[in-house]
């Protein structure tokens, strides 16, 4: 019997196509971005521009998107958006991130859901990423995490056409219908 061979990052990194990530050893083809997915992933870039600067909202953030971490030898997901704290991250890498972000969204695509609703908020726990969030742009919806005491508590919830502030940028009210394009 011949023994499963899990990929890693070297392996990923050799790998000659694009949009390509490592989940738990295998090196998976990122889901095809929908016109949804765009929308929303550009314009909540855009609507948390403010953190962005060194004199930002919450001492400045430094935002990425579709950007692979490197969590673990075997474990290398790109995120819709990834941001860290300055403070944490005073300068940015060269090549591929290691250390794990402050705060992450994922904007879920319909037959993708397994990776976004499972498999990255256990690999994020692990690495004690604080904040977490989701996107159904087709639902209309948005969930926020929030680490506490080692589990996910859901602290915000934004349905329709809602609004409100939500950790860790609560120094501005998000617009749901702004950020899916539909205001």
């Avoid at 550009?42 to 521009?49: C, K």
């Avoid at 609560?170 to 899916?180: M, P, R, T, V, Y």
Wanted: proline share 8%; aromatic share 8%.
């Amino acid at each position: 019997m011949e023994a499963l061979k899990l990929n890693t990052i070297d392996d990923l990194l050799l790998s000659p196509e694009e949009r390509m990530e490592l989940i738990g050893g295998d090196i998976v083809r990122r889901p095809m971005a929908r016109i949804a997915h765009g929308v929303a992933q550009g314009n909540l870039r855009g609507e948390l521009y403010p953190f962005g600067g060194r004199d930002g909202h919450g001492g400045g953030w430094w935002f990425a998107t579709e950007v692979s971490v490197a969590y673990e030898v075997h474990e290398c997901p790109s995120h819709d958006l990834a941001g860290w704290r300055r403070e944490r991250l005073p300068r940015l890498p060269s090549g591929v991130i290691d250390l794990p972000p402050d705060w992450v969204c994922e904007i879920v695509s319909p037959g993708h859901e397994k990776k976004d609703t499972l498999v990255l908020p256990l690999l994020l726990k692990r690495h004690r990423t604080p904040d977490y969030w989701l996107i159904w742009p087709e639902e209309r919806r948005l969930i926020a995490y929030r680490l506490i005491d080692g589990d996910w508590r859901e602290i915000a919830t934004l349905e329709g056409s809602g609004r409100a502030p939500i950790p860790p940028f609560e120094a501005i009210e998000l617009d749901l219908d702004a950020l899916l394009g539909t205001s």
